[in-house]
């Protein structure tokens, strides 16, 4: 282990074995970090934040600090859990939740580019990326290898399904379903993410099923409902479009279309 004799470091914290902490680092007392994690310099660690392994920390990230939410009361016991090898760039911010025992969670093998924020009561998945400035707001929902584009912003409540993507300088105020693309300002899904797809292994044969999907869902005037329904009826079960449908009939604010 390795701590900068300017780092200022709570008796009571928990620092896991192998961890690098360099010059004017700060870490809380209810912290507990996991074992061979990496803080640059200028870091700020704190609250009731729990860590995992391996994960990396730039210059004035500021992970745990108590949410802006108004509704935060002092003496409420608000969480924050992020899992494994994430990284987090100069100033990113990560707050935990507003309601007593609640958390907000990040999983693991996230990149949190700079000056991205990640709001009070935040569910992000494994493998999602945030590009500079991507901003989130309260109770949003990230899935698995989702990408927030740089200068973007999700409105509170909104959900991004999983391997979708976000364009830089969107603004975000229903959700967006998996394996598609949005973009402007109101988002709307504009394509399905195909080179996504095929990274991750989808097989051509699914993606041309999401495609048709995508097409009912958001390229008719069809009601969402409706177009739920054609979607079952014309196109084969697989995880990937059961996972989709599932997604749009849960949806609470509705569609990006």
């Known amino acids: 282990m390795a701590i900068h ?4 470091i709570h008796p009571k914290a928990q620092i896991g074995a192998e961890c690098e902490i360099g010059p004017y680092c700060v870490i809380g007392e209810n912290v507990k970090l996991g074992a061979g994690c990496w803080l640059h310099s200028h870091v700020v660690l704190d609250g009731l934040t729990t860590l995992g392994r391996n994960n ?3 210059p004035h990230a500021c992970i745990g600090l108590q949410t802006q939410d108004l509704k935060w009361k002092a003496g409420n016991k608000c969480y924050l859990e992020i899992g494994d090898g994430n990284t987090f760039r100069e100033s990113v911010t990560v707050h935990t939740a507003t309601g ?4 907000t969670i990040i999983g693991s093998q996230c990149n949190f580019l700079a000056y991205s924020h990640v709001a009070h009561d935040c569910t992000i998945g494994d493998h999602v990326i945030f590009s500079n400035c991507g901003t989130i707001a ?6 698995d290898y989702a990408v927030v584009g740089g200068l973007a912003a999700v409105h509170q409540f909104c959900r991004i399904g999983r391997m979708a993507i976000i364009g830089g300088c969107s603004k975000v105020v229903q959700d967006i379903p998996p394996f598609m693309m949005a973009d402007g300002n109101p988002a709307v899904c504009r394509a399905v993410n195909k080179v996504g797809m095929e990274r991750h292994g989808v097989s051509a044969e699914i993606r041309e099923h999401i495609r048709q999907a995508f097409k009912a869902l958001i390229k008719t005037d069809l009601t969402v409902r409706s177009a739920i329904a054609k979607v079952k009826a014309d196109l084969p079960h697989s995880p990937e479009m059961d996972h989709l449908v599932a997604f749009v009939e849960k949806s609470e604010r509705g569609i990006s279309r």
């Open 100 to 103: 007593d025992g609640l958390k």
């Open 5 to 8: 004799s300017t780092a200022v």
């Open 138 to 143: 309260g109770h949003v929902t990230v899935e």
């Open 56 to 58: 990396r920390f730039y």
